[in-house]
């Protein structure tokens, strides 16, 4: 029976339908409780196969033992008047199968990239809790609109040994006959054979799905199933090189190796597949986002050689006019200035930050604390706390801005806490962080919470003059409308000035580069 918007189960309101699959649907709900929205999974009422039912355990008790960002979180495992449901985090966001046909083919190679490497930190840390997904596919992994990626669907996850696990693997062909469990497109030779698996397998899952990213198609296509058991057991997919030319040779490489049929010549964990990646992405031609060289055709090299001709003779009496019109020893700074002004700008300042979570539950940790970039949706309660690194020896501040009780906005300075005594002196290269925060329950009509991270080689007026007015009784507010109202206008009118920023969804680290001495970047953290 389809739930229709209005309906409730459990605690939950139903907002919409989601989408539909062989064990029931998927609705948006709202948590009425923690003011939330949430993506409840259904079991289709009358269902009566006790393996699908198990399935649906064991996905939420998989995914529930596991604690990482790029891991859908699990709320409950309930059952309301017969109807069993999962109720987890909703993902606003594609799943890489609809990434791909929106795309019409093949995604961005840098796009690849970040996507794999998340889904390996994902894996890895599942296999690091000793649980193999077994079903890594595109239908399975979600990327939200800023990038963020959420692994899905454990339905088919299962807890490895030491030894062998034979009593109880799951087979390619099911108990049923002419039943797959899974989707052999994305299963490992091993795993099409029913032998006993481990975390190899889904190294050969993330192989075939980097493989369609890169192509926009499968590896092992073929008309009907047992044609692509066959060409799992049997044959190599069409090499990179002929069907996406401008793929790095490393990257194809590395896909190569995770498609290996022997499961011992295959990247052995998912921490070797994150460095792989990572050092494809340091390679000049993805990190500028440039493809490799194409072939062209002999009448049209004939013209870019003359037109290469031309621009190296007019570059060449470009300088040597500059080095006429320079007076002796000025041309380190005329270059400097030419580079200006060709719009390449150095960083004035940069600098590298990251949080600690922890979430809590009745005031109390109920989870390991986790690195995170704040993609995370926080709840009231939970903590966090603040970790920058500059190469460039300064000052730091970090301002919250937020609504009070009243719901007016005022301004925090809660670092450095005036509680401690501390400084805001920022030694070059070493590392500082944080007490831990607490989320309250104010926040905006956004509900987002604003925190301002400030650097500077020098101590910046505005906010050396909150710091003499604040104290321990007033937890760092600053109370004072003058003082608060020149704050504002120093974070408001130096955000202007553009800079960037780039965010390592793998090791949750945010690096951010100005053009100015004066640094100012705001962090907004989703509340509810």
């Not at 939950?12 to 989601?18: E, M, N, V």
């Not at 929205?37 to 996905?59: M, Q, S, T, W």
């Not at 239908?139 to 692994?151: E, F, H, L, S």
């Not at 020149?486 to 793998?506: E, K, N």
Request: hydrophobic share 40%; with cysteine.
């Amino acid at each position: 029976m389809r739930l229709e918007p209005g309906a409730t189960l459990g605690r939950y309101q139903i907002r919409s339908a989601l989408g539909a699959g062989g064990m029931g649907e998927v609705y948006l709900a709202s948590d009425p409780v923690l003011g939330r929205p949430v993506a409840l999974k259904v079991v289709a009422p009358g269902l009566e196969d006790a393996d699908l039912l198990d399935r649906f355990e064991r996905e939420a008790c998989a995914a529930s033992a596991l604690n990482h960002p790029n891991i859908i979180t699990i709320y409950e495992f309930a059952q309301d008047a017969g109807t069993r449901y999962i109720a987890t985090e909703f993902v606003d966001g594609v799943t890489v199968r609809q990434r791909i046909a929106r795309a019409g083919g093949p995604l961005e190679l840098s796009d690849v990239i970040d996507i794999g490497r998340q889904i390996a930190a994902a894996l890895g840390a599942a296999h690091a809790a000793g649980i193999v997904h077994r079903d890594l596919k595109p239908d399975n992994v979600m990327v939200r609109p800023d990038g963020y990626v959420k692994v899905l669907d454990f339905g088919l996850a299962k807890r490895v040994t030491t030894g062998p696990d034979t009593s109880g693997v799951q087979t390619a062909l099911a108990t049923t006959a002419g039943t797959i469990v899974g989707t052999v497109e994305y299963m490992s030779p091993e795993q099409v054979r029913g032998l006993p698996l481990d975390a190899r397998t889904d190294v050969w899952s993330l192989g075939c799905v980097l493989y369609e990213m890169l192509t926009g198609r499968s590896p092992f296509e073929a008309p009907t199933r047992l044609d692509i058991v066959a060409a799992v057991l049997d044959r190599e997919p069409v090499p990179l090189a002929s069907a996406r030319p401008d793929t790095p040779p490393a990257l194809a490489g590395l896909v190569a190796k995770m498609l290996r049929k022997d499961r011992d010549e295959r990247p052995q964990t998912m921490a070797e597949v994150s460095t792989e990646l990572r050092q494809v992405t340091e390679s000049p031609v993805v990190s500028a986002g440039i493809a490799s060289p194409v072939a062209v055709p002999r009448r049209d090299r004939r013209i870019l050689v003359a037109s290469l001709a031309c621009l190296v003779l007019v570059f060449a009496l470009w300088i040597a006019t500059r080095s006429r019109g320079s007076a002796p020893g000025t041309s380190a700074n005329a270059s400097r200035s030419d580079a200006n002004s060709a719009g390449v700008v150095p960083a004035a300042r940069s600098l590298e930050f990251w949080l600690d979570v922890q979430r809590m539950r009745d005031g109390h940790p109920f989870e390991a604390e986790f690195p995170s970039s704040g993609q995370e949706i926080f709840e009231k309660g939970w903590k966090f706390r603040l970790h920058a690194r500059s190469p460039q020896a300064g000052h730091l501040y970090i301002v919250n801005e937020g609504p009070d009780v009243g719901g007016k906005t005022t301004f925090v300075l809660l670092f450095p806490a005036s509680a401690e005594g501390t400084e805001p002196t920022l030694p070059a290269g070493s590392t500082i962080g944080t007490t831990w925060f607490v989320f309250t329950d104010q926040t905006g009509s956004d509900n987002l919470e604003r925190f301002w991270i400030v650097s500077s080689p020098d101590r910046v007026p505005a906010l050396e003059e909150a710091r003499r007015f604040v104290n321990a009784t007033d937890r760092g507010v600053i109370a004072d409308p003058a003082i608060a109202g020149g704050v504002a206008r120093l974070l408001h009118d130096t955000r202007r000035v553009p800079s960037r920023f780039t965010v390592d969804r793998v090791n949750k680290r945010t690096n951010v580069e100005s053009p100015t001495p004066l640094l100012v970047h705001l962090v907004q953290l989703e509340h509810h």
